[in-house]
């Protein structure tokens, strides 16, 4: 691999020289510049940016902590983010945590090790390491969809208990009276918000809500499938079901599936997110769409420009999300 100093000898001139062409740091001569450049690319030399980060006090990276980078959803809101972050001059580096806070607060240490200018953080929860790390750092971030006790950043979601309501309000227009609700894990914090907004939306309809047809599962297909199947074998099963996402559900179509239970004629199903697989499922799924790109294209302009700005006003922003209606949902039976 090419040095600073080989391409420096080969084009007559000095280290220092070949530095301020390649940064941009004081006039250099066209001749030289000309031959200097004409080396690096003969020579193919890259120059390292671990130095240029010393020198500049910035290395162009940001961080970002997902929770599972099997769900769509996130490599979604990571395509935004990559999208907006590349226009603006900055590169990614991608950690996953497998929903364990022990290893994304291990991991957001490497990461402020490599010296990223910035972190965007999705949390898999927050625990007493997590807090104080991100409280002693004074690395600019945003947080994402889910906030972290203690923890004072920019932050950036879409309106879960909204779309929560707006779900299940759906669900009732069509005549359904017995609406359950598959719920991500009670630790977080979009999870207790949709159950939140699908409460609101049986109250507003003057049903009443059954404790056995909430039940919280993990964000996967396998914790929809699971919950589908207990729900489907109650005495009083439920016409309509609500899943917190779109893993859920899609892991529900295939528990209902099993169960000889007919989709929509006999169970009504809703997911939430819009992954690009739900309106590939059988039948195409009735979801709630987040504004995934939006969300990543603003998180990367929000931390960058908090990279820049360091003092500015903290910023809170929510984001609308909206009903897609496909085949998965119909009028209740009769």
């Known amino acids: 691999m090419a040095t600073m100093k080989q391409v420096a000898e080969k084009a007559r001139v000095s280290t220092t020289t070949v530095s301020h062409v390649i940064n941009n740091t004081r006039?250099?001569?066209?001749?030289?510049?000309?031959?200097?450049?004409?080396?690096?690319?003969?020579?193919?030399?890259?120059?390292?940016?671990?130095?240029r980060s010393l020198k500049n006090d910035r290395t162009h990276t940001l961080g970002m902590m997902i929770p599972n980078n099997s769900n769509p959803y996130f490599a979604e809101i990571i395509q935004g983010i990559e999208d907006a972050s590349f226009k603006l001059g900055y590169n990614i580096i991608l950690c996953n945590s497998y929903d364990d806070p022990k290893k994304q607060a291990a991991y957001i240490r490497v990461l402020m090790e490599k010296r990223i200018d910035g972190l965007i953080l999705v949390s898999s929860g927050s625990d007493t390491e997590l807090t104080q790390l991100l409280a002693d750092e004074g690395i600019p971030k945003v947080l994402v969809d889910r906030e972290v006790s203690g923890v004072l950043a920019d932050f950036i979601e879409a309106d879960h208990e909204q779309g929560g309501y707006e779900a299940t309000r759906y669900l009732t227009e069509l005549g359904h009276k017995r609406i359950a609700c598959v719920a991500g894990p009670e630790s977080l914090l979009p999870s207790g918000d949709r159950v939140a907004g699908y409460l609101r939306a049986l109250k507003e309809a003057g049903l009443e809500f059954n404790p056995a047809y909430l039940i919280h599962s993990d964000f996967t297909s396998q914790?929809?499938?699971?919950?589908?199947?207990?729900?489907?074998?109650?005495?009083?099963?439920?016409?309509?079901?609500?899943a917190s996402n779109d893993l859920m559900a899609i892991g529900g179509l295939c528990a209902a599936n099993q169960a000889n239970v007919k989709v929509p004629q006999e169970l009504s199903v809703v997911g939430y997110d819009d992954i690009a697989l739900a309106s590939f499922s059988t039948p195409p799924l009735t979801t709630?769409?987040?504004?995934?790109?939006?969300i990543g294209r603003m998180t990367a302009q929000i931390l960058v420009n908090r990279i820049t700005h360091p003092d500015a006003p903290l910023r809170r922003e929510m984001l609308t999300s909206r009903l897609v209606i496909r085949e998965s949902s119909s009028a209740a039976p009769d």
């Open 27 to 51: 006039v250099v001569s066209d001749d030289a510049r000309e031959r200097v450049l004409s080396v690096i690319r003969e020579l193919r030399y890259i120059p390292s940016a671990v130095a």
């Open 223 to 242: 914790g929809g499938f699971n919950a589908f199947q207990a729900l489907l074998a109650l005495e009083h099963r439920p016409s309509a079901i609500f």
């Open 288 to 294: 709630i769409a987040q504004p995934k790109h939006d």
